[in-house]
């Protein structure tokens, strides 16, 4: 939550900041992951407590009876997002869905999308599964070919799953070594790169007119990036037959018809930023997560190998894994929750309740849209992967740890990692 206003009388207290820039130095130096700064500020000044970032206060919420009651409880007063000069220009003026203002547009645009993506991911299984598959051919290929040497998996996952977005939104497929699918990826590698190093005008505005080189280069990148977005978008309007752009027009015909939402608040503008939230929100995501699992999977192989016995006996091997094999697939989606965000399963295998702080997609009015897009998706990946190879360390890497992180500001990022790859058939 953040104000440039202070309310001295009841306002949390917090650590002592400079004058002009706050608490940025002391955050900046830490080595330590903001999560760990934030938990010991926490232990010192209680559950919450506020901070200054250049002209902005802070207030941070920790634990999760604190964070549910924000978000659960009050939930319309904590709906709205912040501004900055980078999330402002990321979404043309805050008119994408991730840090729109709670506002009559936001809620229709949210409304739109969020029904769109579960009823294609709840709704007929056969044809979701068909989008998420549609890049087997081009995966097995490239993992074919690394069969040889260690490799870094991470491009071979970021193609899959921009693929499967492109099918989501454009209904179209590049090839993995297709140099637009390339500089998308590097544009919105290049966008979080710049973004993440942070920008001196969204804590301090006077510095928005005085364009640093970062800044233009921030600026030029991003503007390359809605350009691909609107091109796409006007290539392959006329094409819309399936997936995400189907049920996102079933749905509008259908607000439309009840006459209950103004379909003027729909607008082309709003349309690309949905998009653009997709293609941001729904990569970096379910990425990484992927590449966690196949990290984690190398690191603990027994684990492995009882996932693809389980496929095995579940599914067997003429046939790809679907959605339907969930009921009987019990080990093998626990294993990225197990070992990434705590201990789910017991001694004897059998799920454990998660812990109360456990909420990947968060919750409350800004809960994650692309939530049953993004657990069908890495379910049937998952599966796929280990049902069709075998993953492990390379020769002279045993004593390394695969299940290391890297932890950054925001996320627990994994350290770069080369795998060696074999066909299991
Ligand atoms: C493993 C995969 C994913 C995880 C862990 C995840 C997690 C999250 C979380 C924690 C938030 C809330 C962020 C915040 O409050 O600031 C969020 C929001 C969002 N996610 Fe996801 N997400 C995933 C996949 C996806 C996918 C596949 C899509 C789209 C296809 C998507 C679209 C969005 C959007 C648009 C929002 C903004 C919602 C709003 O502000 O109202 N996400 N996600």
């Not at 989008?131 to 993992?143: C, D, E, K, Q, R």
Request: charged residues 25%; aromatic residues 12%.
């Amino acid at each position: 939550m953040e104000s440039t206003e202070q309310n001295t009388k009841d306002f949390p207290p917090g650590p002592k900041g400079w004058p002009l820039v706050g608490n940025i130095i002391e955050l900046a130096r830490n080595e330590k992951p903001a999560s760990v700064v934030f938990t010991e500020y926490a232990k010192e000044y209680g559950n919450i407590f506020s901070i200054r970032v250049g002209k902005r206060w802070a207030v941070v919420l920790n634990g999760a009876a604190t964070i549910k009651e924000a978000l659960l409880k009050k939930g319309v007063e904590f709906a709205n997002r912040t501004t900055s000069y980078t999330t402002d220009l990321f979404t043309e003026g805050g008119q994408d869905i991730a840090f729109g203002q709670y506002s009559p547009s936001w809620k229709l645009h949210r409304k739109l999308a969020f029904s769109a993506f579960r009823k294609l991911a709840t709704g007929d299984n056969k044809r979701f599964e068909k989008l998420v598959y549609s890049i087997i051919p081009a995966l097995t290929a490239n993992l074919d070919s690394k069969l040889s040497e260690p490799f870094d998996p991470h491009t071979s996952l970021s193609s899959s799953i921009y693929n499967i977005l492109a099918s989501l939104c454009f209904g179209k497929q590049y090839e993995f070594d297709d140099p637009q699918l390339t500089r998308l990826i590097y544009l919105s590698k290049e966008a979080d790169k710049l973004a993440g190093s942070g920008s001196l005008a969204d804590f301090i505005p006077i510095f928005k007119y005085v364009p640093t080189p970062g800044q233009r280069k921030l600026e030029a990148v991003w503007k390359e990036f809605l350009g691909f977005i609107s091109q796409e978008l006007e290539e392959h309007r006329e094409k819309y037959d399936g997936g995400f752009h189907r049920d996102a027009l079933t749905v509008s015909t259908r607000i439309k018809d009840e006459g209950k939402e103004d379909m003027n608040l729909i607008t082309e503008t709003r349309i690309r930023q949905t998009v653009t939230d997709v293609f941001t929100a729904g990569t970096d995501t379910s990425i990484f997560t992927l590449q966690w699992c196949v990290g984690l999977m190398v690191q603990y192989p027994e684990v492995q190998a009882k996932v693809a016995e389980e496929v095995d006996r579940v599914v067997g091997r003429d046939r790809l894994p679907s959605l339907d094999d969930r009921g009987e697939l019990v080990y093998t989606p626990q294993q990225p929750c197990t070992r990434l965000c705590g201990h789910f399963l017991d001694e004897s295998g059998k799920v454990r309740l998660h812990p109360e702080g456990f909420m990947p997609f968060s919750t409350g009015r800004r809960v994650c849209i692309g939530e049953s897009v993004a657990k069908a998706e890495l379910f049937l990946i998952f599966a796929w992967l280990f049902q069709h190879y075998k993953f492990s360390k390379p020769i002279g890497q045993e004593e390394k740890d695969f299940s290391e992180g890297n932890p950054q500001p925001a996320v627990n990022m994994m350290k770069d990692i080369e795998v060696v790859v074999e066909k299991r058939f």
